[in-house]
């Protein structure tokens, strides 16, 4: 993992940081998973990833909830 994602999804689950900096750290790590994903894509799946980079941040602070 790199050093930066790992800080995006520990910072997105710290329960005392106020809603948009959670929100900004989750988007972080999605842009992280993106640009990991990216190394071989074309530029039309780089195109489908970034539509789909609200719902990567999404899944990403939903996962990152205590249960």
């Known amino acids: 993992m ?3 994602l790992n800080a995006s999804t ?4 710290n329960a005392g940081l106020d ?3 959670n929100r900004a ?7 992280e998973v993106i640009a ?3 190394s071989g894509a074309d ?3 780089l195109s489908r ?3 789909n980079l609200s719902a ?3 899944q990403i602070q939903e996962a990152l909830k205590v249960k």
């Open 2 to 4: 790199s050093a930066t």
């Open 10 to 13: 520990l910072n997105a689950a």
């Open 19 to 21: 809603p948009k900096t």
């Open 25 to 31: 750290h989750a988007v972080a790590a999605a842009l």
């Open 36 to 38: 990991a994903k990216a």
């Open 43 to 45: 530029a039309t799946g």
């Open 49 to 51: 990833e970034f539509h």
């Open 56 to 58: 990567y941040a999404d």
